[in-house]
């Protein structure tokens, strides 16, 4: 059994949501290059030009990339022969947040939800544990935004609705956002499981690299399908038109009751953080 201290994952929770709400994904930057070459919109090359320029000044000034630096989203994927020691795990994670948005100056953006009273700290943390196999922990903390997960929705399909209920649920939702997500996004989708399920599916499909293709070959038929029907839309970058409405689509399958059909759509904004750790 190996031991891991409480404070080691305070420290690497602390890290990690500096390091993702400072520094935007290479596969990002990179995809947002690509697309200044194809988009059609003078306006959306524009908008594209200065999300490059506002992640090169965040990275550079280490500043946050946007004001909304989002609930601090947890996964942790814990192996069954690791033993933590010295203080609760989840008091860790939380005391982990606590001092990233602290040190970070990071936007605490979590509230009562009635009273809409600030809880001051960005606490209580939105964390999702895993057991799996061997000694290690990975860490992954990826702050949400209010605006995209406003945008982002669970329904129960009937069975006989199938893909193409499914392509279709996910290409309206996205129509519907139109500018309220900051475009261009990455969509996460959720098919199976119960209802938490899919929505849990839907938001760990956003921890992908961009051009990550689900393994199945018929998946990911389905995921470049979706993508294209979305770049018809005409939402274009930040909303004002074009093609680069969204720079990916991730769907995550699993099986579901016989009576149902669960489907989530998770929309993820142009700030797509997440940054991961093993200890
Ligand atoms: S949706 Fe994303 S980019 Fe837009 S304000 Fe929220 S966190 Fe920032």
Redesign the pocket.
């Known amino acids: 059994m190996r031991e891991i201290s409480a404070q080691e994952i305070t420290e690497v929770v602390k890290d990690l949501c500096i390091d993702a709400n400072y520094n935007l994904g290479e596969d990002i930057l990179s995809a947002f290059e690509r697309a200044i070459k194809t988009e059609e919109s003078p306006t959306g090359r524009g908008v594209l030009k200065e999300l490059i320029e506002n992640a090169r000044i965040a990275r550079e000034e280490k500043a946050p990339i946007?004001?909304?630096c989002?609930l601090a989203v947890v996964f942790l994927e814990i192996g069954q022969d690791v033993h933590i020691t010295g203080g609760d795990l989840k008091e860790a994670i939380n005391k982990g947040v606590r001092q990233g948005y602290e040190q970070g100056y990071l936007r605490k953006s979590s509230c009562n939800p009635i009273t809409r009273k600030n809880t001051g700290d960005n606490t209580p943390a939105i964390i999702h544990l895993d057991i799996v196999p061997g000694d290690t922990v990975k860490i992954t903390v990826a702050p949400k935004?209010?605006?995209?997960e406003n945008m982002s929705r669970v329904t129960m399909l009937t069975p006989a609705e199938g893909m193409e209920g499914i392509k279709d649920f996910v290409v309206q939702r996205v129509k519907e956002s139109g500018s309220n997500?900051?475009p261009p996004t990455i969509i996460g989708i959720g098919v199976g499981g119960t209802l938490e399920r899919s929505a849990i599916l839907a938001k760990k499909a956003l921890l992908r690299s961009l051009g990550q293709r689900n393994p199945d070959p018929e998946l990911a038929k389905i995921e470049e399908e979706i993508l294209v029907r979305i770049k018809n839309l005409g939402i274009g970058p930040m909303g004002y038109g074009g093609t680069t409405t969204s720079l990916d689509v991730f769907l995550e399958m699993e099986p579901c009751h016989i009576a149902s059909l669960p489907v989530a759509v998770n929309v993820q904004?142009?700030?797509a953080r997440h940054k991961e750790a093993v200890i």
Request: aromatic share 0%.
């Open positions: 946007c004001q909304d989002g935004g209010g605006g995209s997500p900051c904004c142009h700030a």
